[in-house]
């Protein structure tokens, strides 16, 4: 029964539901690819497809590394899951909250960045592999949309947390 009121308590705070929500947008990451990527050669009019998802760039023919972005989703995944097992003590889930935030924001950016500036680099790199000219189309997939409300989840639920920090301070004045 101190559970489960414990844990009714937990849920029916609204950054808890805003934190629950951009964990399972993390998770949901770790099942749909972000973007995929097409090259076609111009003199020869082959097309090679690649996935940009948590195995980082995977493709057909493509012999280079994988950089595991699963890794990295799930100790944000991990680290969100984290801050609302945190509920009782406010300042450290604050701040623990903010850096997750941060680190948000930063790999958001990083793969925003590789989307609409990446192009120039997968074609030089293919150029100077063969010496053919190649174009490059970028698509978004469904991944790619899971990325922006996580940063909007986790904004929201530091707001609330600083509100009940907040009134905890003003009810602490009034005793």
Same mark, same amino acid.
């Given at each position: 029964?101190?559970?489960?009121?414990?844990?009714?308590?937990?849920?029916?705070?609204?950054?808890?539901?805003?934190?629950?929500?951009?964990?399972?947008?993390?998770?949901?990451?770790?099942?749909?690819?972000?973007?995929?990527?097409?090259?076609?050669?111009?003199?020869?009019?082959?097309? @090679? !497809? %690649?996935?940009? /998802?948590?195995?980082?760039?995977?493709?057909?023919?493509?012999?280079? =590394?994988? &950089?595991? *972005?699963?890794?990295?989703?799930?100790?944000?995944?991990?680290?969100?899951?984290?801050?609302?097992?945190?509920?009782?003590?406010?300042?450290?889930?604050?701040?623990?909250?903010?850096?997750?935030?941060?680190?948000?924001?930063?790999?958001?950016?990083?793969?925003?960045?590789?989307?609409?500036?990446?192009?120039?680099?997968?074609?030089?790199? @293919? !150029? %100077?592999?063969? /010496?053919?000219?190649?174009?490059?189309?970028?698509?978004?997939?469904? =991944?790619? &949309?899971? *990325?922006?409300?996580?940063?909007?989840?986790?904004?929201?639920?530091?707001?609330?947390?600083?509100?009940?920090?907040?009134?905890?301070?003003?009810?602490?004045?009034?005793?």
């Amino acid at each position: 029964m101190y559970i489960c009121e414990k844990v009714i308590f937990m849920i029916q705070r609204a950054q808890t539901i805003y934190l629950g929500l951009a964990f399972i947008c993390m998770v949901l990451l770790l099942f749909f690819p972000i973007f995929s990527i097409d090259v076609k050669s111009l003199e020869s009019g082959v097309t @090679m !497809s %690649a996935v940009f /998802g948590k195995d980082g760039v995977v493709g057909e023919g493509l012999t280079t =590394g994988h &950089f595991p *972005l699963s890794n990295v989703f799930i100790g944000l995944a991990l680290m969100t899951f984290t801050c609302i097992l945190l509920f009782k003590k406010r300042p450290r889930q604050l701040l623990l909250t903010r850096l997750n935030l941060i680190l948000h924001v930063l790999v958001v950016l990083g793969i925003y960045g590789f989307y609409y500036f990446g192009a120039s680099f997968v074609q030089s790199g @293919m !150029s %100077a592999m063969d /010496g053919t000219a190649v174009e490059i189309a970028f698509s978004m997939e469904l =991944g790619f &949309f899971f *990325l922006i409300p996580t940063i909007a989840f986790i904004f929201l639920a530091i707001r609330g947390i600083k509100r009940d920090e907040n009134l905890v301070n003003s009810l602490d004045r009034i005793r």
